[in-house]
């Protein structure tokens, strides 16, 4: 699965928690990996990933996107991943929670299922 490729790969290049849900009482900062929709044509496939970074303040959480999208420009050096491009990256605050966040929409390419 490209999702736990791509956690595999923060877990290393990040120093904060890689998660693939929110959980109750995660300290922050910690990111989270959802992927949103994804084809294949030909054997070779795309994903679209969201990764959200949680921080205390809207400025750490902005720092910590930052690293994220600086930390997914190399993640095409992992084998069979073809491209990973910045799709779009914005200030995604839960108003219903008080929890800061950014998110960087990624769309990842890689041939085969990794």
Known sequence: MIELILKQYLNGALDVPVLFEHKAG?????VIIEKTGGSSNNHLHKATIAIQSYAASLYNAALLNNQV?????????????TG???????????????????????????????
């Open 26 to 30: 995660t300290d922050v900062p910690f």
């Open 69 to 81: 999208v600086q930390a997914m420009d190399k993640f095409d050096e992992i084998e069979n991943i």
């Open 84 to 114: 990973a491009h910045l799709n779009s990256n914005y200030n995604y605050s839960d108003t219903e929670t008080k929890n800061y966040r950014y998110q960087a929409v990624f769309d990842i390419n890689y041939l085969q299922e990794v």
